[in-house]
């Protein structure tokens, strides 16, 4: 069974620092992973998406690392801002079997970036 | 639509009363998801969906809770006889191709369920 971790469960920096977050998986048997924001009373909104066979993504001041060996994944952020706050969520799709189709996703990490 | 929309947003029930939560995916998603979220934990797999067949219902927690999208769009899904521990965030997503492809996956808003 595929089990996602995210680290660390929540991180406050101050603005303008560059920020790293961490997600391991078990299970290194993925078709891709997707990195997604979540605001309060919002919907998840999709950051990134990595095919398994891709090393990287980059969105702005987002870059995105899959080692699928490895079971790793890490969202870097660069020059935070407060409008990044938020809870950052990894969900990685499975490559087949009874799990094909469906995302497990970690716990999150709650970003909190201050002025 | 421009996105996947849920509906309602908010739904207070009493314990024991059955509710429909809804959710339209973007035009042309063929594979349509539901996952529970709790406060602070990551959504969790509920069913999915390509065109109106249900292909894993797997996460589904109990025979109370059923869905359907029997024109391979529109998706319910039904909980019946209510219990507390129902309460969550329930989020609908799709994408545009079966089992999501190598595409993403588009959520909703969600709607909060809160049984009392």
């Known amino acids: 069974k595929q089990e996602v971790t995210q680290i660390p469960a929540a991180l406050s920096v101050p603005e303008g620092e560059n920020l790293v977050l961490n997600c391991s998986f078990t299970d290194s048997a993925i078709y891709n992973l997707q990195w997604f924001r979540q605001d309060p009373g919002k919907g998840l909104t999709s950051l990134l998406l990595?095919?398994?066979?891709?090393r990287e993504q980059t969105s702005g001041r987002l870059n995105a690392s899959l080692d699928k060996s490895s079971g790793r994944s890490t969202l870097y952020i660069a020059a935070s801002q407060p409008g990044d706050s938020a809870t950052y969520l990894c969900a990685v799709r499975n490559a087949g079997g009874t799990s094909y189709g469906k995302l497990t996703f970690g716990q999150g990490t709650i970003l909190t970036v201050h002025p | 639509g421009a996105g996947v929309s849920q509906s309602p947003r908010y739904k207070v029930t009493k314990r024991g009363q059955d509710v429909a939560l809804r959710c339209d995916p973007i035009s042309g998603h063929v594979s349509l998801y539901w996952y529970r979220q709790a406060l602070g934990q990551g959504p969790e797999f509920l069913t999915y969906?390509?065109?109106?067949?249900?292909?894993?219902k797997s996460g589904l927690p109990n025979d109370r809770f059923s869905a359907e999208r029997p024109e391979g769009s529109i998706s319910t899904l039904t909980i019946q006889r209510t219990e507390q521990r129902d309460s969550a965030m329930y989020r609908c997503?799709?994408?545009?191709?079966?089992?999501?492809?190598?595409?993403?996956?588009?959520f909703g808003s969600g709607t909060r369920l809160t049984v009392v």
């Open positions: 997503a799709s994408s545009l191709a079966p089992a999501g492809g190598t595409y993403g996956y588009t």
């Open positions: 969906f390509n065109y109106e067949a249900q292909q894993d």
């Open positions: 990595i095919q398994s066979s891709q």
